[in-house]
Nanobody, 128 residues
Framework: QVELVESGGGSVQAGGSLRLSCAPSGATAYMFTSIVMAWFRQSPGKEREAVAIIDIGGATTYSNSAQGRFTISKDNVKKRLYLQMNAVTPEDTAMYYC???????????????????WGQGTQVTVSS
């Protein structure tokens, strides 16, 4: 069963904006308010990297490249995770994934290995 489904990707021109969404199901939906969630991205030929993290208290952490341009948020009523991307550049072109940590791990982490459930990704392409 796929527990995380991303949407909202697409093509956008440099300088534009895009909002990604991630919908949980199954066990992830059940524990949505008590888990750390994150957005990762992977470009061809590069390792997957964390872009933004939100902990169970709502505190957010960003990569250097995302800081000031991207905003991660979580709607616990609708059970949705979002990534608002502003002022995008061609370097933001990648497959974007949402992911979650295990229920007993409340801390933020940039390490891919610390996330146990992943979505299938949504492609973002930024043209110059």
């Amino acid at each position: 069963q796929v527990e995380l489904v991303e949407s909202g990707g697409g093509s956008v021109q440099a300088g534009g904006s895009l909002r990604l969404s991630c919908a949980p199901s199954g066990a992830t939906a059940y524990m949505f308010t008590s888990i750390v969630m994150a957005w990762f991205r992977q470009s061809p030929g590069k390792e997957r990297e964390a872009v933004a993290i939100i902990d169970i208290g709502g505190a957010t952490t960003y990569s250097n490249s995302a800081q000031g341009r991207f905003t991660i948020s979580k709607d616990n009523v609708k059970k949705r995770l979002y990534l608002q991307m502003n002022a995008v550049t061609p370097e933001d072109t990648a497959m974007y994934y949402c992911a979650r940590r295990g229920r007993n791990y409340p801390g933020s982490s940039f390490a891919e290995k610390d996330y146990v459930v992943w979505g299938q990704g949504t492609q973002v392409t930024v043209s110059s």
